[in-house]
Protein backbone atom coordinates (compact mmCIF):
# COMPACT_ATOMS: atom_id res chain seq x y z
CA UNK A 1 0.00 0.00 0.00
CA UNK A 2 1.57 3.27 -1.00
CA UNK A 3 0.13 6.12 0.84
CA UNK A 4 1.36 8.52 -0.70
CA UNK A 5 0.08 7.90 -4.10
CA UNK A 6 -3.74 7.12 -2.84
CA UNK A 7 -3.48 10.38 -0.86
CA UNK A 8 -3.19 12.01 -4.24
CA UNK A 9 -6.49 10.52 -4.64
CA UNK A 10 -7.97 13.21 -1.55
CA UNK A 11 -6.59 16.57 -3.04
CA UNK A 12 -8.04 18.50 0.49
CA UNK A 13 -5.16 16.59 2.25
CA UNK A 14 -2.53 19.09 0.36
CA UNK A 15 -3.70 21.49 3.16
CA UNK A 16 -4.70 20.24 6.43
CA UNK A 17 -4.11 17.34 8.64
CA UNK A 18 -7.24 15.21 9.13
CA UNK A 19 -7.70 13.38 12.23
CA UNK A 20 -11.52 13.49 12.55
CA UNK A 21 -12.29 10.47 10.44
CA UNK A 22 -14.67 9.12 13.29
CA UNK A 23 -16.66 11.87 12.55
CA UNK A 24 -16.52 11.85 8.63
CA UNK A 25 -14.11 10.49 6.61
CA UNK A 26 -13.00 12.09 3.07
CA UNK A 27 -13.95 11.10 -0.05
CA UNK A 28 -11.34 9.92 -2.58
CA UNK A 29 -11.72 10.93 -7.05
CA UNK A 30 -12.74 7.70 -7.91
CA UNK A 31 -16.12 8.12 -5.54
CA UNK A 32 -16.88 11.45 -6.42
CA UNK A 33 -16.50 10.25 -10.52
CA UNK A 34 -18.90 7.45 -9.99
CA UNK A 35 -21.06 10.15 -8.68
CA UNK A 36 -20.53 12.87 -11.34
CA UNK A 37 -21.06 9.75 -13.85
CA UNK A 38 -24.48 9.19 -12.32
CA UNK A 39 -25.55 12.53 -13.06
CA UNK A 40 -23.86 13.05 -16.06
CA UNK A 41 -24.42 9.96 -17.81
CA UNK A 42 -27.16 8.04 -16.78
CA UNK A 43 -29.25 10.18 -14.16
CA UNK A 44 -32.73 7.91 -14.10
CA UNK A 45 -35.00 7.30 -11.60
CA UNK A 46 -34.17 3.59 -9.84
CA UNK A 47 -37.02 0.55 -9.53
CA UNK A 48 -39.51 2.09 -12.13
CA UNK A 49 -38.60 3.25 -15.55
CA UNK A 50 -38.04 0.74 -18.56
CA UNK A 51 -36.06 2.84 -20.60
CA UNK A 52 -32.24 1.68 -21.23
CA UNK A 53 -31.19 4.31 -19.01
CA UNK A 54 -33.47 4.45 -16.04
CA UNK A 55 -32.41 0.43 -16.50
CA UNK A 56 -28.80 1.28 -16.17
CA UNK A 57 -29.47 3.56 -13.21
CA UNK A 58 -30.95 0.45 -11.37
CA UNK A 59 -28.41 -1.78 -12.27
CA UNK A 60 -25.85 0.16 -10.47
CA UNK A 61 -27.79 1.10 -7.57
CA UNK A 62 -28.56 -2.28 -7.12
CA UNK A 63 -25.15 -3.73 -7.45
CA UNK A 64 -23.69 -1.16 -5.02
CA UNK A 65 -26.44 -3.07 -2.37
CA UNK A 66 -24.25 -6.04 -3.47
CA UNK A 67 -21.01 -4.73 -3.16
CA UNK A 68 -22.10 -3.73 0.23
CA UNK A 69 -23.65 -7.25 1.43
CA UNK A 70 -19.46 -8.74 -0.61
CA UNK A 71 -18.20 -6.14 2.03
CA UNK A 72 -19.82 -7.93 4.67
CA UNK A 73 -19.23 -11.33 3.74
CA UNK A 74 -22.66 -12.56 3.23
CA UNK A 75 -25.27 -13.46 0.77
CA UNK A 76 -27.94 -14.06 3.74
CA UNK A 77 -30.43 -10.78 4.82
CA UNK A 78 -30.99 -8.13 3.17
CA UNK A 79 -28.42 -4.46 2.68
CA UNK A 80 -30.72 -1.53 2.94
CA UNK A 81 -29.39 1.64 1.83
CA UNK A 82 -30.44 4.87 4.81
CA UNK A 83 -29.11 8.12 5.41
CA UNK A 84 -26.44 7.29 7.83
CA UNK A 85 -26.46 4.88 11.23
CA UNK A 86 -28.80 7.14 12.95
CA UNK A 87 -31.49 6.32 10.40
CA UNK A 88 -30.59 2.49 10.32
CA UNK A 89 -31.15 2.31 14.15
CA UNK A 90 -34.26 4.08 14.17
CA UNK A 91 -35.81 1.74 11.32
CA UNK A 92 -35.16 -1.44 14.01
CA UNK A 93 -36.32 0.73 16.81
CA UNK A 94 -39.63 1.75 14.73
CA UNK A 95 -39.57 -1.49 12.57
CA UNK A 96 -39.65 -4.31 15.42
CA UNK A 97 -43.19 -5.40 17.09
CA UNK A 98 -42.66 -4.52 20.95
CA UNK A 99 -45.01 -5.11 23.63
CA UNK A 100 -45.18 -3.81 27.33
CA UNK A 101 -42.59 -5.64 29.71
CA UNK A 102 -40.21 -6.34 26.72
CA UNK A 103 -36.28 -5.53 27.56
CA UNK A 104 -33.83 -4.02 25.73
CA UNK A 105 -29.74 -4.12 26.87
CA UNK A 106 -27.44 -1.60 25.81
CA UNK A 107 -24.28 0.26 27.60
CA UNK A 108 -23.54 3.53 28.27
CA UNK A 109 -20.50 3.37 26.06
CA UNK A 110 -23.39 4.15 23.16
CA UNK A 111 -23.21 7.08 20.60
CA UNK A 112 -26.39 9.00 21.39
CA UNK A 113 -27.58 7.53 18.26
CA UNK A 114 -27.95 3.98 19.84
CA UNK A 115 -29.45 5.71 22.96
CA UNK A 116 -31.99 7.63 22.43
CA UNK A 117 -34.07 5.58 19.80
CA UNK A 118 -34.18 2.92 22.69
CA UNK A 119 -35.04 5.53 25.39
CA UNK A 120 -37.89 6.57 23.71
CA UNK A 121 -39.28 3.03 23.52
CA UNK A 122 -39.22 3.31 27.61
CA UNK A 123 -42.57 5.70 26.98
CA UNK A 124 -44.03 2.98 25.54
CA UNK A 125 -42.99 1.02 28.78
CA UNK A 126 -39.81 -0.85 27.46
CA UNK A 127 -37.46 -1.44 29.98
CA UNK A 128 -33.84 -0.48 29.40
CA UNK A 129 -31.07 -1.68 30.97
CA UNK A 130 -27.45 -0.02 30.25
CA UNK A 131 -24.27 -1.34 31.52
CA UNK A 132 -21.75 1.04 32.48
CA UNK A 133 -18.18 0.41 31.62
CA UNK A 134 -15.16 1.02 33.99
CA UNK A 135 -12.72 4.16 33.38
CA UNK A 136 -11.21 2.78 29.94
CA UNK A 137 -14.25 1.67 28.93
CA UNK A 138 -14.49 -1.87 30.00
CA UNK A 139 -17.72 -3.77 30.54
CA UNK A 140 -17.23 -7.14 31.74
CA UNK A 141 -18.87 -10.08 29.80
CA UNK A 142 -20.91 -11.38 33.16
CA UNK A 143 -22.52 -7.97 33.25
CA UNK A 144 -23.96 -8.96 30.06
CA UNK A 145 -24.78 -12.72 31.27
CA UNK A 146 -26.54 -11.04 34.67
CA UNK A 147 -28.42 -8.75 32.51
CA UNK A 148 -29.77 -10.70 28.99
CA UNK A 149 -32.42 -12.87 30.22
CA UNK A 150 -35.19 -14.31 28.58
CA UNK A 151 -37.34 -11.38 28.52
CA UNK A 152 -34.45 -9.20 26.56
CA UNK A 153 -35.25 -9.09 23.13
CA UNK A 154 -32.43 -7.05 22.20
CA UNK A 155 -29.35 -6.02 22.76
CA UNK A 156 -27.69 -3.35 21.55
CA UNK A 157 -24.25 -1.95 21.40
CA UNK A 158 -21.33 -0.85 20.02
CA UNK A 159 -18.53 -2.31 18.40
CA UNK A 160 -15.99 0.18 18.74
CA UNK A 161 -16.11 3.15 21.52
CA UNK A 162 -16.35 6.44 19.20
CA UNK A 163 -14.77 7.93 22.20
CA UNK A 164 -12.43 5.88 23.83
CA UNK A 165 -11.48 3.57 21.30
CA UNK A 166 -12.06 0.32 22.60
CA UNK A 167 -13.76 -2.84 20.77
CA UNK A 168 -16.42 -4.57 22.84
CA UNK A 169 -16.54 -8.68 22.41
CA UNK A 170 -19.22 -8.44 20.09
CA UNK A 171 -18.75 -12.57 18.96
CA UNK A 172 -19.20 -13.46 23.05
CA UNK A 173 -21.85 -11.33 23.92
CA UNK A 174 -24.03 -12.97 20.18
CA UNK A 175 -23.68 -16.39 22.13
CA UNK A 176 -25.05 -14.70 25.30
CA UNK A 177 -27.98 -13.58 22.95
CA UNK A 178 -28.05 -16.90 21.23
CA UNK A 179 -28.65 -18.60 24.83
CA UNK A 180 -31.49 -16.70 25.61
CA UNK A 181 -33.09 -15.87 22.44
CA UNK A 182 -32.07 -12.47 22.23
CA UNK A 183 -31.97 -9.99 19.09
CA UNK A 184 -28.75 -8.28 18.75
CA UNK A 185 -27.63 -5.64 16.63
CA UNK A 186 -24.52 -4.18 16.57
CA UNK A 187 -23.60 -0.25 16.27
CA UNK A 188 -20.79 -1.10 13.13
CA UNK A 189 -20.92 3.02 12.71
CA UNK A 190 -16.99 3.28 13.69
CA UNK A 191 -15.82 -0.86 13.23
CA UNK A 192 -17.17 -1.47 9.49
CA UNK A 193 -14.77 0.97 7.93
CA UNK A 194 -11.48 -0.30 9.71
CA UNK A 195 -12.50 -4.10 10.87
CA UNK A 196 -12.81 -6.49 8.66
CA UNK A 197 -16.81 -7.64 9.74
CA UNK A 198 -18.16 -11.17 8.58
CA UNK A 199 -21.81 -11.86 9.07
CA UNK A 200 -21.83 -15.30 9.36
CA UNK A 201 -18.72 -14.97 11.74
CA UNK A 202 -20.22 -12.71 13.81
CA UNK A 203 -23.89 -14.24 13.99
CA UNK A 204 -25.97 -11.05 14.84
CA UNK A 205 -29.49 -9.77 13.68
CA UNK A 206 -28.99 -5.71 12.63
CA UNK A 207 -25.88 -4.01 11.93
CA UNK A 208 -25.84 -0.34 11.19
CA UNK A 209 -23.09 1.87 10.00
CA UNK A 210 -22.36 4.94 8.04
CA UNK A 211 -21.27 5.04 4.16
CA UNK A 212 -20.06 8.34 4.63
CA UNK A 213 -17.40 7.16 7.56
CA UNK A 214 -15.61 4.94 5.35
CA UNK A 215 -15.19 7.06 1.88
CA UNK A 216 -18.64 7.27 1.01
CA UNK A 217 -20.66 10.41 0.00
CA UNK A 218 -22.23 12.45 3.20
CA UNK A 219 -26.10 11.00 3.48
CA UNK A 220 -25.23 7.38 2.99
CA UNK A 221 -25.72 4.90 5.48
CA UNK A 222 -26.53 0.99 5.63
CA UNK A 223 -28.96 -1.38 8.02
CA UNK A 224 -28.13 -5.09 7.45
CA UNK A 225 -30.77 -7.58 8.79
CA UNK A 226 -30.42 -11.27 9.04
CA UNK A 227 -34.13 -11.64 7.33
CA UNK A 228 -36.62 -9.18 5.90
CA UNK A 229 -39.46 -10.37 7.76
CA UNK A 230 -37.81 -8.87 11.02
CA UNK A 231 -39.16 -5.45 11.16
CA UNK A 232 -42.14 -3.04 9.40
CA UNK A 233 -40.10 -0.69 7.03
CA UNK A 234 -40.05 2.88 8.61
CA UNK A 235 -41.98 4.52 5.68
CA UNK A 236 -44.10 3.48 2.85
CA UNK A 237 -45.42 4.71 -0.12
CA UNK A 238 -44.33 4.80 -3.93
CA UNK A 239 -41.18 2.38 -4.94
CA UNK A 240 -41.60 -0.42 -2.59
CA UNK A 241 -44.80 -2.11 -3.71
CA UNK A 242 -45.49 -4.68 -6.13
CA UNK A 243 -49.14 -4.46 -5.96
CA UNK A 244 -51.66 -1.90 -3.99
CA UNK A 245 -55.48 -2.03 -3.64
CA UNK A 246 -57.55 -0.08 -1.47
CA UNK A 247 -57.67 -3.21 1.10
CA UNK A 248 -53.70 -2.98 1.38
CA UNK A 249 -50.77 -3.32 -0.05
CA UNK A 250 -47.76 -6.32 -1.54
CA UNK A 251 -44.23 -5.43 -0.37
CA UNK A 252 -41.50 -5.47 -3.10
CA UNK A 253 -38.93 -8.47 -1.86
CA UNK A 254 -35.47 -7.24 -0.78
CA UNK A 255 -34.23 -3.84 -0.12
CA UNK A 256 -36.67 -2.37 -2.05
CA UNK A 257 -39.32 -3.33 0.43
CA UNK A 258 -37.70 -0.91 2.84
CA UNK A 259 -36.51 2.08 0.54
CA UNK A 260 -39.54 3.85 0.00
CA UNK A 261 -39.70 6.87 -2.28
CA UNK A 262 -37.02 7.85 -4.57
CA UNK A 263 -33.43 7.07 -2.76
CA UNK A 264 -29.70 8.99 -2.84
CA UNK A 265 -29.30 6.66 -5.97
CA UNK A 266 -26.32 8.86 -6.39
CA UNK A 267 -25.30 8.17 -3.10
CA UNK A 268 -25.26 4.86 -3.30
CA UNK A 269 -23.29 4.19 -6.15
CA UNK A 270 -20.67 6.62 -4.42
CA UNK A 271 -20.67 4.25 -1.60
CA UNK A 272 -20.33 1.53 -4.43
CA UNK A 273 -17.31 3.15 -5.78
CA UNK A 274 -16.36 3.49 -1.96
CA UNK A 275 -16.00 -0.03 -1.21
CA UNK A 276 -14.44 -0.75 -4.74
CA UNK A 277 -11.38 1.91 -3.65
CA UNK A 278 -11.19 -0.67 -0.26
CA UNK A 279 -10.94 -3.36 -1.41
CA UNK A 280 -8.60 -2.45 -4.31
CA UNK A 281 -6.21 -0.87 -1.42
CA UNK A 282 -6.63 -4.30 0.67
CA UNK A 283 -7.97 -4.61 4.47
CA UNK A 284 -5.50 -6.58 5.77
CA UNK A 285 -3.26 -3.40 3.92
CA UNK A 286 -5.37 -0.98 5.87
CA UNK A 287 -5.70 -2.73 9.05
CA UNK A 288 -1.61 -3.43 9.04
CA UNK A 289 -1.12 0.47 8.24
CA UNK A 290 -3.62 1.61 10.83
CA UNK A 291 -2.10 -0.63 13.05
CA UNK A 292 1.29 1.18 12.89
CA UNK A 293 0.11 3.88 13.61
CA UNK A 294 -2.08 3.57 16.23
CA UNK A 295 0.82 2.02 18.03
CA UNK A 296 2.41 4.94 17.64
CA UNK A 297 0.20 7.47 18.42
CA UNK A 298 -1.03 5.72 21.55
CA UNK A 299 2.81 5.54 22.69
CA UNK A 300 3.25 9.04 21.50
CA UNK A 301 -0.24 10.77 23.78
CA UNK A 302 1.51 8.47 26.88
CA UNK A 303 5.00 9.97 26.54
CA UNK A 304 3.90 13.15 26.64
CA UNK A 305 3.66 14.55 30.63
CA UNK A 306 0.46 16.89 31.02
CA UNK A 307 -1.90 14.73 28.71
CA UNK A 308 -4.33 12.33 30.19
CA UNK A 309 -4.98 9.46 28.00
CA UNK A 310 -8.80 7.60 28.30
CA UNK A 311 -9.58 4.26 26.97
CA UNK A 312 -7.27 1.04 26.70
CA UNK A 313 -3.05 1.76 26.72
CA UNK A 314 -3.18 -1.68 25.07
CA UNK A 315 -3.14 -1.76 20.91
CA UNK A 316 -4.93 -5.40 21.33
CA UNK A 317 -8.05 -3.98 22.91
CA UNK A 318 -8.56 -0.84 20.69
CA UNK A 319 -8.94 1.05 17.74
CA UNK A 320 -7.31 4.39 15.89
CA UNK A 321 -9.81 6.28 17.93
CA UNK A 322 -7.88 8.34 21.06
CA UNK A 323 -9.42 10.80 23.40
CA UNK A 324 -7.24 12.57 25.63
CA UNK A 325 -7.24 16.10 27.74
CA UNK A 326 -4.42 18.43 28.10
CA UNK A 327 -3.96 19.64 31.78
CA UNK A 328 -5.68 23.23 32.67
CA UNK A 329 -6.99 23.22 28.59
CA UNK A 330 -10.64 22.92 28.06
CA UNK A 331 -11.14 20.42 24.82
CA UNK A 332 -12.32 23.71 22.51
CA UNK A 333 -9.06 24.89 23.56
CA UNK A 334 -6.37 22.50 22.18
CA UNK A 335 -8.97 21.73 19.24
CA UNK A 336 -8.40 25.57 18.31
CA UNK A 337 -4.48 25.61 18.75
CA UNK A 338 -4.19 22.48 16.85
CA UNK A 339 -6.17 24.09 13.97
CA UNK A 340 -4.31 27.52 13.95
CA UNK A 341 -0.98 26.19 14.67
CA UNK A 342 -0.93 23.39 12.52
CA UNK A 343 -3.76 23.12 10.25
CA UNK A 344 -4.65 19.91 12.34
CA UNK A 345 -8.19 18.53 12.85
CA UNK A 346 -9.63 16.82 15.84
CA UNK A 347 -13.15 17.01 17.13
CA UNK A 348 -13.47 18.28 20.67
CA UNK A 349 -16.67 18.14 23.31
CA UNK A 350 -18.45 15.44 24.32
CA UNK A 351 -18.91 13.18 20.74
CA UNK A 352 -22.99 12.66 21.04
CA UNK A 353 -21.90 10.38 24.23
CA UNK A 354 -22.77 13.32 27.02
CA UNK A 355 -23.81 9.93 29.52
CA UNK A 356 -20.66 8.47 28.87
CA UNK A 357 -18.79 11.61 29.56
CA UNK A 358 -21.22 12.08 32.71
CA UNK A 359 -19.71 9.02 34.15
CA UNK A 360 -16.47 9.12 33.41
CA UNK A 361 -16.75 12.93 35.19
CA UNK A 362 -15.78 14.74 32.17
CA UNK A 363 -17.68 17.81 32.16
CA UNK A 364 -15.90 19.63 28.53
CA UNK A 365 -15.38 16.14 27.37
CA UNK A 366 -12.28 14.93 25.50
CA UNK A 367 -10.11 15.94 22.39
CA UNK A 368 -10.42 13.03 19.69
CA UNK A 369 -8.21 12.40 17.55
CA UNK A 370 -9.05 9.51 14.77
CA UNK A 371 -7.40 8.01 12.05
CA UNK A 372 -7.68 6.34 8.58
CA UNK A 373 -5.61 4.71 5.84
CA UNK A 374 -4.50 7.94 4.58
CA UNK A 375 -2.95 9.49 7.73
CA UNK A 376 0.81 8.69 7.78
CA UNK A 377 3.85 8.45 10.13
CA UNK A 378 5.02 11.94 9.43
CA UNK A 379 1.32 13.77 10.49
CA UNK A 380 1.36 11.95 13.66
CA UNK A 381 5.06 13.20 14.72
CA UNK A 382 3.48 16.55 13.73
CA UNK A 383 0.56 15.90 15.54
CA UNK A 384 2.56 14.96 18.59
CA UNK A 385 4.90 17.58 18.30
CA UNK A 386 2.34 20.65 18.28
CA UNK A 387 0.41 19.02 21.03
CA UNK A 388 3.91 19.00 23.41
CA UNK A 389 4.31 23.09 22.46
CA UNK A 390 0.69 23.39 23.30
CA UNK A 391 1.42 21.81 26.41
CA UNK A 392 4.50 23.91 27.55
CA UNK A 393 2.19 26.79 26.85
CA UNK A 394 -0.80 25.74 28.52
C1 LIG B 1 -20.58 4.61 17.27
C2 LIG B 1 -21.44 5.54 16.48
N1 LIG B 1 -22.73 5.26 16.30
C3 LIG B 1 -23.53 6.04 15.59
C4 LIG B 1 -23.07 7.18 15.00
C5 LIG B 1 -23.99 8.03 14.20
O1 LIG B 1 -23.58 8.08 12.88
P1 LIG B 1 -24.35 9.02 11.85
O2 LIG B 1 -24.13 10.43 12.32
O3 LIG B 1 -23.71 8.74 10.55
O4 LIG B 1 -25.77 8.64 11.90
C6 LIG B 1 -21.73 7.55 15.16
C7 LIG B 1 -21.20 8.79 14.58
O5 LIG B 1 -20.18 9.28 14.92
C8 LIG B 1 -20.89 6.69 15.92
O6 LIG B 1 -19.61 6.99 16.11
Redesign the pocket.
Known sequence: MNVQTLRDDFPILKNIIYLDN???SLTPEPVLKAVLDYYRSYRANVGRGIYSLAQLADQRYREAHRKVADFLGTTQGVVIFT???????NMVAHGLKWKRGDNIVTTLL?????LLPWMRLERSGINLKILKPDQNGKIELSDFENAIDKRTKLVTV?H???VLGNILPIKEISQICRDNNSLFLV?G??SVPHMYLNMKKLDCDFV?F?G??MLGPTGT?VLWMKSEEMIEPLLVGGGMVDDVSLDGYRRKAGYEGFEAGTPNIAGGIGLGAAIDYLNRIGREEIRIHELTLTAMLLEGLLDIEGIEVYGPRTIEDRSCVFSFNVNRLVPHEVALMLDQASNILVRSGH??CIPLMNHLGLDHGTVRASLYFYNTENEIERFLATLEKIVKVA
Open positions: AATRNTTESIEHHSNTLSNDAQCSHKGHC
